[in-house]
């Protein structure tokens, strides 16, 4: 049980376009939603957290209206990153939980690659 | 604000044998969750094992144990057995307790190597 599902996996694309990534949980109700950035050989640095129906929060530094994100159901939730520049390729990783007193369990990352 | 510190960045055991890995953290709460997240290369963060503070007992899990050791603020992970499945990236995580922050802190990961 509580599987998340992320895809893309992979993507490349050119500097300027906009990327979305989606996050599934497949078999609970994620209440929460969380979207994390990893760099090479680090940790993972939390965006920004997401309440189903509700705007996210931002982590200090995270650009809002950069990296934009939509959690309109609960098993659902996409960040788009818009107008992408070779500065935004990184690894994103998703993870979602159901209640408070349950972990957050992780999406499998999408390599986002700028051009 | 809480901190997560893991004082080995890699280490490496035989297959079969036993390793520890070391985590401290920081805080001013008396209940919160700790858990620990492997990361192989496939790079898919994988949920270990978790604790809450509020339970003397220390977790388990198959191979997987922690000692939880609540004054010093310590939460060691012991592989026992190790495979060599068990090579990767393993992150210490805190999460404080319920009405508060609902972040994870993650430590900045032990690499771990297990040779045949």
């Known amino acids: 049980g509580a599987v998340v599902s992320q895809h893309p996996s992979r993507v490349i694309c050119k500097s300027g376009t906009s990327v979305k990534i989606e996050c599934r949980s497949l078999?609970?109700?994620?209440?929460?939603m969380f979207w994390y950035r990893q760099f090479p050989k680090q940790s993972l640095m939390l965006m920004a957290t997401?309440?189903?129906?509700?705007?996210?929060?931002?982590e200090q530094g995270v650009e809002k209206d950069k990296f934009l994100i939509n959690h309109a159901s609960l098993t659902l939730s996409t960040l788009t990153v818009t107008s992408a520049h070779p500065e935004d390729s990184s690894f994103y990783i998703c993870?979602?939980?159901?209640?408070?007193?349950?972990?957050?369990?992780f999406g499998d990352g999408t390599r986002l690659s700028i051009l | 604000a809480q901190t997560v510190t893991q004082s080995q960045p890699e280490m490496s055991v035989q297959e079969a044998e036993t390793v520890t890995l070391s985590c401290t953290y920081d805080t001013s709460e008396s209940n919160y969750y700790l858990f620990w997240y492997k990361q192989p290369p496939s790079r898919q963060m994988i949920l270990v094992i978790r604790?809450?503070?509020?339970?003397?007992q220390n977790a388990t899990e198959n191979r997987f144990s922690v000692n939880f050791q609540k004054a010093a603020k310590s939460f060691s992970l012991k592989i026992s057995d190790s495979q060599l499945g068990d090579t990767a990236m393993y992150f210490c995580?805190?999460?404080?307790?319920?009405?508060?922050?609902?972040?994870?802190?993650f430590g900045k990961g032990t690499k771990l190597t297990v040779n045949p």
């Open positions: 078999d609970f109700q994620a209440t929460t």
């Open positions: 997401s309440n189903e129906g509700s705007k996210a929060t931002y």
């Open positions: 604790q809450e503070a509020y339970k003397q």
């Open positions: 995580a805190f999460m404080g307790p319920q009405g508060g922050s609902e972040k994870l802190v």
């Open positions: 993870s979602a939980r159901g209640t408070r007193r349950q972990p957050q369990h």
